[in-house]
Structure formats: C-alpha cells, structure tokens
C-alpha cells in the first residue's frame, strides 16, 4: 500500500513538473509572437507613433488645429479617410464629454479609440474554421504578386507544426512558375503538391487533388488559384466552377476562402477586396509584407470598410514569420511606446 502511494505521488509530481513545463513553452512561445509583432510594425510604428508623439510634444493644449494635424497622420498610415472621419469625429465627442485636457491621457484614450475600432459593432474571428467531418479545404485567392504562393507554403509550415496533415493543390494553372514554386514549397514543408498540366483546367486539378486528400485522410487541403483572368466575370465562373467541384467531393467546403492581400500596396489593396468580395464569398484576409510597410494603418481600414476579418499577417520573410492575427499583439506592436 505504502508502495502504491509512492508511486501515485510519483505521478502526480511528474505530471505537475510537465505541466509546469508546458506552461513555460506556451509563454515562450506568445513572447517570440510578440517580438514578431513588434519587429513587423517597426516601420510603421517609426512613422507613425513617432508623428503622433511630436504632435503631442508640440501641442500645448487641444485645439481644431489639433485634430486636423492627427486627421493627417492617420491617413498617412493607410487607416482609411472614411474611416480617419469617423475617428476623429468620436474622438472629438469623447474630448468634450469627458472634458479631457491632459494631453498624455488623450494619447491613452487614442489607442483605446483605434482598438475599438477593430473590435465595436462586430466580432471578428482571427481562427480557421476547420470541417470535423472531412479535410478542410482552405481556398486562396488574389491578384498577382502578392505573395500568394509564398503565403500557401508559409501556411502550410505553420499548420503542420500544430500537428495537421498537410496537402497543397496548384490550382494557377496558367501564371508561368506558379506549379513549380508551390512544388518547391512542398519540399520545404514535406507535404504533397497535386499538379495538373500548363493551362489544364483548374477545376480538373482541384477535383484530382481532392480524391486524393480524402484517399489519404488529409486534414487540411491548400488549394492555389489563378491571380489573373480576362476579366471579372471569366473570374467569377472560374471560381464558382472550382466551389462546385469542391463542394460536390466535399459538403459545406470550402471552409474558408482567404484573400491575400499586399500591405504595401495601401488602399489599392482595399479596392482589391472590394472587387474580389463582389465576385466571391471572402470569408477572411491574409496581408503579407506588413513588415515592409510604414502604412500598417490597413488592417483597421479593412475591417471598417468591408467588415471581413484578418486571419494572417505576414511580418516577415521566414519561413516562420506569418502569424494569426491577433488585435491585442498589434495594437502593442504599434503603440508599445505610448503604452
């Protein structure tokens, strides 16, 4: 008996020893995401949080000239001018309900302002929404150089080390090089590629690709699209051809359809979303390079004007240097010296 009770508390001590263990790693790990924010926003955060903080080290008192200055400063890092009005217009009720006339708590209240900007109204959720019945077929979509492809193989790297199965389908059939470079990511990520012929249909690779995720038990399928069509409606039918052939093999899929967007293009990323949205069911945004920028101010333009949830962020050029979005770490990224 006595044995017994040894070896019971044994147990316990290892598994609150692992358990501490774990712990450390999971704070480890939300540390380095961190860092990854704050170095991404670096050149945002110079231009913009620096622009902010000489306003209000020059300004002895809050006036009209005030808010018409930091109107300026919010359009040069990208926010939106519709969104930049809105803003300010709040912001100015808030000044004088409150009677604010400490300049350091008006700084406070500003990045209190811009985070309510991403999360009033609406909750927009950063996860994937996986299919528990089936592979979840994630499809991407996107403008030429965006960093699509880059972006598929990122994803798929970070899937797989959460532990998911991973199979990558090369839907652009028609950019030159585009087969190749998702091929060449599957080596670096060590998962399967399905590849169809040079200017085969699309839709023809996806279906060939998908039989073979459901052979195999796949967990979660990346399916590559082409950025460029004649026109909008050829596609238009591109697309919904390739969510009919989805659909068929798969019911209720795609899961997602994630629209990847350059961050260093600005507003013209925004009038891409619009178009894309107009055409398909965009269900979340993937913005890369958003460590090249000093326009970082895009995430929260896009979640006022089309109200569709960033699901990644690109921060970097690593393998490893895309992450889930998440309000909170951005939020410091841009504003740690304010905070």
Aim: some cysteine; charged content about 30%; proline content about 1%.
């Amino acid at each position: 008996m006595g044995l017994f009770k040894n070896i019971k508390e044994l147990f316990k001590k290892e598994s609150k020893e692992e358990k501490e263990i774990n712990q450390t790693k999971e704070i480890e790990k939300e540390e380095k995401v961190v860092e990854l924010y704050e170095k991404g926003l670096t050149k945002t955060r110079e231009s913009f949080v620096n622009k902010l903080i000489n306003l209000n080290n020059k300004t002895k008192k809050i006036t009209d000239e005030y808010f018409d200055e930091l109107e300026d400063i919010l359009i040069m890092a990208d926010i939106g001018v519709n969104t930049v009005l809105s803003f300010i217009e709040r912001l100015k009720k808030r000044v004088k309900t409150e009677n604010i006339t400490d300049l350091n708590y008006l700084q406070e209240v500003i990045v209190d302002e811009l985070f309510i900007i991403y999360v009033d109204n609406s909750i927009l959720s950063n996860k994937i929404k996986y299919n528990e019945s089936g592979p979840t077929v994630i499809l991407f979509v996107g403008v030429n150089g965006v960093g699509k492809t880059t972006t598929i193989g990122k994803i798929a790297n970070k899937l797989k080390s959460d532990g998911k199965s991973i199979m990558m389908i090369a839907g652009d059939t028609f950019r030159a090089g585009a087969t190749e470079q998702l091929v060449e990511w599957g080596k670096k990520v060590d998962c399967d590629v399905i590849v169809g012929k040079e200017n085969s249909d699309p839709s023809s690779v996806i279906y060939d690709g998908l039989n073979k995720a459901l052979e195999k038990n796949v967990d979660v399928v990346l399916v590559d699209t082409a950025g460029r069509l004649q026109n909008k409606v050829n596609l238009m039918k591109e697309l919904e051809k390739m969510n009919k052939v989805i659909g068929s093999l798969i019911p209720n899929s795609p899961q997602e359809t994630l629209l990847v967007i350059d961050a260093t293009t600005g507003q013209n990323g925004i009038s891409q979303a619009k178009n894309f949205k107009e055409i398909t069911d965009i269900t979340g945004i993937v913005l890369t390079k958003l460590d090249g920028t000093a326009k970082g101010g895009i995430v929260l333009a896009i979640k006022e004007e089309l109200d569709i949830p960033v699901k990644y962020v690109g921060l970097g050029e690593g393998i490893n240097d895309i992450e889930s979005f998440d309000i909170e770490k951005y939020i410091y990224g841009l504003f740690k010296e304010m905070m």
